[in-house]
Every structure is written in structure tokens, then in C-alpha cells.
């Protein structure tokens, strides 16, 4: 821990995740490690009935169809690691930037799965200039965060978040085919959140690094 106990923001707790959740990830993550490495075509075929079964299990808690959760929760190749949402922190003045999600209506901070090819920092530049029209240099990684430890709803996909500190170099606010708002608040006027991309505590722990620039990274 990056040692900031009374000012933590939204510190690393118990595993968030609901049971059925944990199990379809873990079964998911069995199943992918088993169909990578084994050669023998009854145990893949044993492999694919585990696959189908964490499918099933997501399905059934998740609300999500079985097509869908196909093609993301259980389409992976390789030894199953998380997935890495970067996200921006950018800031004029005191105020923090947000845009708002096209398809929820709740605001986060700019930011989005990272591609192969990308370091986190050419993520978060690429992602604030899509969904915000804004042109933003990084700077700092603020926190690394395990999500499933932190106040975000159930989801399927096992991630970690980084958040990034990044400088505002130019361009100007222009929504996205992904956001239908862009706008800077304040830490006393924050507008509603995408509680699936951002939470309260992580939005704190953004002002808590821009009050303290020297601050370690926190993480878990």
C-alpha cells in the first residue's frame, strides 16, 4: 500500500464480487489455461464443458446472453490474465474533467480498454482526445487498482484500472460517437456517476495526488 491510510479515498477492501461471479471467473480461467496447454482431445473436450458452464453461470447472474458472453467473458486464447482499463485524470485548475457515457448517462473520467501496441500513457493521450476533443500529455500513474476490490458493480470481465495524470496541452470539448458531454467540475460539484468506469473514492484519490503532487501511486 502506498501508505496514505487516512486519505485513501476508495481503499482496496474485501473482494467485491458475488459468488456466482468468482466462480464463473475462476471456472472461465481454468478452462482457457486447460484449452492452451492440453493435447489430448478428451480433455479438451472436458476443457469446453467447463467454458460452457462458466458461460452459463455468467449468464445466469449476469443477465447477459449466452452469445454475448461468448464473444467477450469466453472467446480468449493464451493463459487468462486481467484486462487493463486506463483511465485519465485531467485537470484545469481545480476542476477535474469528465465526459458523459452516450450509452448510460453517467460521467467518468476519459479513458477505455488498452490496446496491444499501446503503453498506458499513449492509452489515456488516445482515449481523452476521442471521447473529449481535448489534447492531453501523461504524466504520472496515480493508482493501480484491482476493480473487483473497489465499489463498482459485478462485471464478467476480470480487470485492473489505471488511473493516469495527465497534462491539458490544447483542442477544445467535442463529444463522440461514445460521450454526450464534456465538462470540467469541481470536488464539491460532481455530477452524476458511471459507477462501472469511476467511483466517489477514485475521483477522491485523483484530488488527493493533485493537493499532494508528491504522493506514491496507490494500488490494490
Do not use: N
Amino acid at each position: 500500500m502506498s501508505g496514505q491510510a487516512k486519505d485513501r479515498g476508495d481503499a482496496a477492501g474485501a473482494d467485491r464480487r458475488p459468488r456466482w461471479l468468482r466462480w464463473a471467473q475462476r471456472i472461465q480461467a481454468i478452462a482457457q489455461t486447460g484449452l492452451t496447454y492440453c493435447t489430448d482431445p478428451f480433455d479438451r473436450e472436458r476443457y469446453e464443458e467447463l467454458r460452457a458452464m462458466a458461460v452459463e453461470m455468467a449468464a445466469e447472474g449476469s443477465g447477459e446472453s449466452v452469445d454475448v458472453l461468448l464473444e467477450s467473458f469466453a472467446s480468449g486464447v493464451g493463459y487468462p490474465t486481467p484486462k487493463l482499463d486506463v483511465r485519465a485524470a485531467i485537470f484545469r485548475g481545480d476542476e477535474l474533467l469528465f465526459v458523459r457515457e452516450a450509452r448510460t448517462g453517467g460521467w467518468t473520467l476519459p479513458g477505455g480498454w488498452a490496446d496491444v501496441g499501446d503503453t498506458p500513457g499513449e492509452t489515456a493521450e488516445r482515449e481523452a482526445l476521442e471521447e473529449s476533443g481535448y489534447i492531453v500529455k501523461a504524466r504520472k500513474l496515480l493508482a493501480l487498482l484491482d476493480k473487483s476490490r473497489h465499489a463498482h458493480p459485478p462485471a464478467v470481465d476480470y480487470a485492473y484500472k489505471a488511473f493516469v495524470l495527465c497534462d491539458l496541452e490544447g483542442g477544445e470539448a467535442k463529444t463522440s460517437h461514445e460521450t454526450s458531454g464534456v465538462s470540467f467540475f469541481s470536488r464539491d460539484a460532481l455530477p452524476p456517476l458511471d459507477l462501472e468506469r469511476v467511483t466517489p473514492g477514485q475521483v477522491d484519490l485523483a484530488f488527493h495526488h493533485r493537493a499532494d503532487p508528491g504522493r506514491a501511486t496507490d494500488f490494490d
